[in-house]
């Protein structure tokens, strides 16, 4: 999904440098220079230039428009009020890492935390829609699931909002009858006027991101140009003026488009626009979660409205430093800091600067060597004559400011504007920097500042925005930060360090080679502890040595997290069944249909997890069965129809092999330690496991049946290890429910180093269609809540329920070892996208709850689309073979578990479908074990029943 940007001319030059971007991802221009566009001219000056960057003269626009969706933001601008961030655009502000989320970067910024909200939107958007417009000084986040987006030619965005919120901003209005269809839109309309309005009607506050057809794109592109000359148009006040059942503005093409509202459920939007917006929206993305529990890192502020990044300072803040921001710059033990500063782009200095509430510095690097000096107001508009004593220039009236210093207006070129003034000096050396600063500052009488501020060269706001050295910024502000990495991770109880995304640290640690931090205390937290191993680990491997024993160290540190309480409950087992009784455990296998992954540790630990699956039956039969018997000899015997193996276990350290390398019982060795024959799980001391067994009354003989082949991704190791402890249970009296059984499960996979989450055993322990969910922690005992099987029982859809082995086999251990790592570094793209899987899993709640058979389908599409982003070994070659021949009759399909391989679900579009889907995978099969299995749904679950 290619991204176009609209950015000061200056950023442009540099922007895929500075970002780390890939040039055919990105697409970045600027509006002509001298000519003003507006947000529709700008819209159409972007795509016409990107199309020109892209195809030869011969390639229609329409045709080039349809190719692809793309997403435009608009982050040109002068950036008046906001003249920290003027020469980089307001979209590349540098925002704090927010204190209540894993997985940010130190080097984030507005840019990188919008995209991913708009590139949602998008990938929800009917194909009909390729093209989304915003805003490149707003950040707008949800924490909801995205409705569908219905077909229409303009679909647009809002929040409901207070209308003297709304008197600020466009706004969408609708009759109360059809909220969902837009009436007319306003803009800036008055608190009186929306109150007229409310009796009959209901209005939702634009946050600026729209969605276009093509149609509708090339008609705001007619539009944007008069007499075949590109001029300025809004989107907002003459396109959006034009929509609706009841517009506004008269244009017949315009009123003709087709538009949808959507309210931005959950939505919240911080505007960047000045200087206290910054600082305010900061605040509030920072208070968004105020449960200490969440929060990260024990630290408080002085004051909350204080933001420190990408800096050095060496005075202390205290709470009367209220709306304070420092950022890539020093502030020396020399300074005075007040109230509302916002201090950018400083060098490090000796400067005795002292700031006066709502002094504002600012540094601009100017070519290779120089440095301007600009100070301004924190509430300072940039706007207006010199002459003019309404005009404000830090904070007091531009002539007092003048007339201290000894200048008039007529004394500064381009006194027309303040925007165009020259009044800021270029300086050679950080000494006259201070010295220039301090004069224009609170030090008029300084005459060493005069005589640098009257022989340097003076540009304006403009020309800093134009000839600003970004390099230069941007390697002063990288400096700043890898400095701040060591003193971050020295203070981690009280910093941000291991909520960061750590690859992305491991990586500059590598780099630059910084030492790594001292080792944490056995008494830190056990998620930290994880955390720091798994980077150390990291670090090694950037750096070409072994890092293997910290990532042992890392899945050792989780193993005891989850086994901890399980290994402190010792068990008493006692021979519960007459000396010619069989136990006979039977379980339904698994498919996921949404939120696979999200219940794996450490994310499930952390976050939470949210999965929909249901257990089936394969062939008519649960697969996985487990017969357990006494026997007279006192020892273990263990035997597997299906492999055609047989093991006799003597000792206490034969059985505790059970990691032992190819061994076919490792999950009945495993399953009978966690029961307590084991002195590690046994509540009693026993010479030996033969005593032991003398003392229960018997030996034991387990069979194994598991009729379904390996790495089917119906979850089978894992069900087949809860049907042998809920058998074993049985056995030995333990007095386990199901819900015991699925948590020994868990426990049972550390112990065998598989790792894996619940979803698998809960899978298949508890019958039926449910959504599972758990809570952040250590206990990841789930929350059922059952759903309707309509959808997957009804006599018109349960023959489009099909279910085909391909006959390619993977391995999950090795998959599942991968992403796990991603988790302990806290990687942001798969933080987010698990963040995105677990929402996921509540739409497929929803459609289920509502008996959609079509939407269900669509919703199990885009499983398959998650997952296969999170690991892209998931959809092989092989496997796009299978789906290319029958994607066009499902309404969707995946491979349950990690993917890779095994089986394969599919929701054919009808019967006739399904049909044509048996013909073409019978007659084409893939290879001589590829076949269709018949499924049902499971009504039972785990069974376990005596002879």
């Known amino acids: 999904m290619k991204k176009l940007l609209s950015l000061p001319p200056n950023l442009v030059e540099c922007f895929h440098e500075v970002e780390r971007a ?36 011969g390639e229609t626009f329409a045709a080039w428009l349809s190719r692809e969706k793309r997403i435009l933001l608009h982050a040109g601008g002068q950036s008046r009020r906001l003249p920290a961030y003027a020469p980089s655009g307001k979209i590349l502000t540098p925002v704090p890492v927010f204190r209540w989320k894993r997985g940010q970067r130190l080097d984030q910024n507005l840019l990188s935390l919008q995209l991913p909200l708009y590139e949602q939107v998008m990938e929800r958007a009917p194909q009909s829609l390729h093209t989304l417009v915003a805003s490149g000084d707003v950040y707008i986040r949800t924490d909801r699931p995205l409705q569908d987006i219905p077909e229409a030619d303009v679909v647009c965005y809002g929040l409901w909002v207070d209308p003297s919120l709304a008197q600020n901003h466009g706004v969408f209005v609708s009759d109360r009858r059809s909220p969902e269809r837009l009436a007319f839109m306003l803009q800036k309309p008055s608190v009186a006027e929306l109150g007229a309005l409310m009796s009959k009607h209901l209005f939702l506050m634009d946050i600026g991101i729209w969605l276009l057809s093509d149609r509708a794109v090339e008609l705001m592109v007619k539009r944007s140009y008069r007499d075949g000359q590109l001029s300025f148009y809004d989107m907002y006040s003459e396109f959006g003026l034009a929509l609706g059942d009841r517009p506004t503005l008269d244009d017949p093409e ?4 087709t538009v949808a509202i959507l309210p931005l459920e959950g939505g919240n939007f911080y505007h960047y626009g000045t200087s206290r917006e910054m600082i305010s929206s900061t605040l509030a993305v920072q208070n968004i979660v105020t449960d200490q529990r969440e929060i990260m890192h024990r630290k408080a502020k002085p004051h909350p409205a204080m933001f420190v990044q990408n800096a050095e300072v060496e005075v202390a803040l205290e709470a009367a430093n209220s709306e304070l921001w420092i950022e890539n710059s020093f502030v020396g033990r020399d300074w005075t800091l007040a109230c509302r500063n916002i201090i950018t782009g400083v060098p490090e200095n000796r400067w005795p600067l002292k700031l006066a509430a ?33 005009v404000l220039y830090q904070g007091m009236p531009v002539t007092e400011w003048l007339a201290e210093r000894g200048l008039k207006p007529e004394d500064i070129e381009e006194n027309h504007d303040l925007q165009a003034a020259r009044l800021f000096p270029l300086c050679g050396n950080v000494e006259d920097l201070g010295l220039a600063m301090r004069w224009m500052t609170t030090e008029p009488e300084l005459e060493d500042g005069r005589k640098v501020w009257f022989s340097a060269r003076k540009m304006s706001a403009d020309e800093l925005s ?13 400096a700043f930060r890898t400095k701040n990495l060591p003193l971050l991770a020295a203070h981690y109880e009280r910093s941000v360090f291991y909520q960061l995304n750590l690859d992305d640290v491991a ?99 952390m976050e939470g997890g949210n999965v929909v699956n249901l257990s089936i039956e394969l062939n008519g039969q649960p697969p996985l069965q487990v017969y357990v018997k006494p026997c007279r000899e006192r020892h273990i015997v263990m035997r597997s129809i299906d492999l055609g193996a047989m093991e006799v276990v003597r000792t206490y350290d034969e059985l505790a092999a059970f990691n032992k390398v190819g061994s076919p019982f490792s999950i009945p060795k495993a399953a009978l330690v966690l029961a307590g024959f084991h002195p590690d799980f046994c509540a009693e001391a026993h010479a030996s496991l033969e005593a032991q067994l003398e003392a229960f009354g018997a030996g034991i003989e387990i069979t194994l049946l598991s009729a379904i082949p390996a790495g089917s991704g ?24 199901r819900y015991e059984v699925g948590n020994r499960t868990l426990v049972l996979e550390q112990l065998l180093t598989t790792g894996g989450g619940w979803q698998d055993q809960y899978g298949g322990i508890l019958q039926g269609v449910k959504l599972l969910q758990t809570q952040p922690g250590a206990c990841q005992q789930p929350l059922v809540r059952w759903l309707p099987d309509h959808v997957f029982t009804a006599p018109e859809y349960r023959k489009c329920h099909l279910l085909y082995y391909t006959g390619i086999t993977r391995t999950a251990k090795s998959i599942l070892a991968e992403i796990v790592k991603g988790m302990f570094l ?87 479908a399904a049909a044509r889907i048996r013909k073409i995978l019978v007659q084409e099969a893939v290879n001589d074990r590829a076949r269709f299995v018949e499924m049902s749904l499971s009504e039972k679950g785990l069974e376990v029943s005596r002879s």
């Not at 221009?29 to 566009?37: A, C, E, R, V």
Request: a negative charge; glycine letters at 12%; charged letters at 25%.
């Open 22 to 57: 890939d040039r055919k991802e990105w697409f970045c221009t600027s509006d002509p220079i001298g000519h003003k566009l507006g947000s529709g001219g700008g819209t159409a000056w972007l795509l016409q230039a990107c199309k020109a960057s892209e195809t030869d003269e």
């Open 254 to 257: 315009l009123n003709s488009l």
């Open 358 to 390: 709502g002094l504002c510095i600012d540094v601009v690097p100017v070519g290779e060597e120089a440095f301007a000096a600009r100070p301004y107001g924190f509430n300072d508009a940039f706007k207006g004559c010199l002459s003019d004593r309404a």
């Open 466 to 478: 134009a000839y600003a050295n970004l390099h230069r910024l941007t390697c002063q502000r990288e």
């Open 507 to 605: 990586h500059e640690y590598a780099e630059e080679d910084l030492p790594l931090p001292d080792a944490l205390p056995e008494m830190a937290d056990g998620l930290t502890r994880i955390s720091d191993a798994m980077f150390r680990a990291r670090v090694a491997g950037l750096k070409g040595e072994d890092g293997r024993k910290y990532e042992e160290q890392a899945f050792g540190l989780m193993r005891k997290m989850l086994t901890g309480t399980a290994c402190a409950a010792r068990q008493s087992p006692r021979l519960s069944v007459y000396a010619d009784q069989i136990v006979w455990g039977r379980s339904p296998v698994r498919i996921d249909l949404a939120g696979g992954w999200t219940d794996t540790p450490p994310y499930s630990l």
């Open 714 to 737: 119906l979850g089978t190791s894992s069900i087949l290890a809860s049907t042998v402890l809920g058998a074993v249970n049985d056995f030995c009296g333990l007095g386990w429910d």
């Open 826 to 912: 806290n990687e942001t793209g798969r933080l987010e996208l698990l963040g995105r899987m677990k929402a996921h899993a509540l739409d497929m709640y929803d459609a289920i709850q509502r008996n959609s058979f079509e939407e269900t389908g669509r919703l199990v599409r885009r499983s398959w689309m998650q997952n296969c982003r999170l690991d892209e070994g998931t959809n092989p070659t092989a496997v796009r073979a299978i789906i290319g021949k029958i994607d066009d009759l499902c309404l969707g399909y995946k491979l349950p578990g990690a993917g890779g391989g095994g089986f394969l679900y599919m929701m054919a579009k009808d019967e006739e």
